[in-house]
């Protein structure tokens, strides 16, 4: 039972464009939701995180959008830049009894081409 | 500042086997976990700590162990490896359980 899912395996832009990232989730109790960036043979990075009681969060190119009723949340890259190309993975977290634990999609692999 | 540091990065074992994967921050930080990451899966949570002495499971504990005995190590056992435990581990920590978590470059394990 995948509580979150990223459905696009892959996306290809060019630079300078928009790069759009999508994940859904079925979990009501998820209340914190993050993107994590990773290259090959390294650990995933913190990009950027949204609070279930916001809809909107902007750190320079990056901004992530979530949709609580739709249970949607997407993440824009805005210009593309072809050292954006990585995997990007959705997570979230939910309170209460699960405390710091995430719960992660199966990723999506950007590629931005010059 | 290293961060969270894994080793081994790589590491070939035999089914039945058993192996510590090592996990160490310099952060100072309180709560550390343990993922898994297969393909088409993304990262799953094997085991977690919240502070030195405490440890719980996550999503897929079964065929690990973990103990918390310092702040600074959370070391991950494998007790009698199976080929179902190949996968690439990662160790991450984090000020608190709110808080972003930073994560080690991984340990690829394989098992024959």
């Known amino acids: 039972d995948q509580q979150v899912k990223q459905n696009s395996p892959s996306l290809s832009v060019q630079e300078g464009r928009i790069s759009i990232l999508n994940c859904d989730y079925t979990n009501s109790m998820f209340d914190y939701f993050l993107w994590y960036k990773k290259y090959p043979a390294e650990g995933p990075t913190f990009l950027i995180s949204i609070s279930s009681i916001k809809d909107k969060n902007e750190d320079g190119r990056f901004t992530v959008f979530l949709n609580k009723s739709a249970k949607h949340l997407s993440l824009h890259i805005v210009p593309s830049q072809p050292g954006d190309s990585a995997v990007y993975f959705c997570a979230a977290r939910g309170g209460g009894t699960s405390y710091g634990k995430l719960t992660f999609g199966q990723g999506t692999i950007l590629t931005v081409h010059p | 500042n290293a961060g969270v540091t894994q080793t081994p990065k790589f590491q070939v074992l035999k089914t039945g086997q058993s192996m510590t994967l090592q996990c160490a921050q310099d952060?100072?930080?309180?709560?550390m976990s343990w993922y898994r990451q297969d393909p088409g899966m993304g990262l799953r949570l094997i085991h977690y700590s919240v502070g030195a002495g405490i440890t719980d499971q996550g999503e897929v504990p079964n065929g690990y162990n973990v103990s918390r005995s310092t702040t600074e190590d959370f070391p991950l056992r494998l007790l009698s490896a199976a080929p179902s435990q190949t996968s690439v581990y990662f160790c991450a920590s984090s000020y608190d359980g709110n808080q972003p978590q930073h994560f080690g470059d991984g340990t690829r394990l394989s098992i024959l």
């Open positions: 952060m100072n930080h309180e709560y």
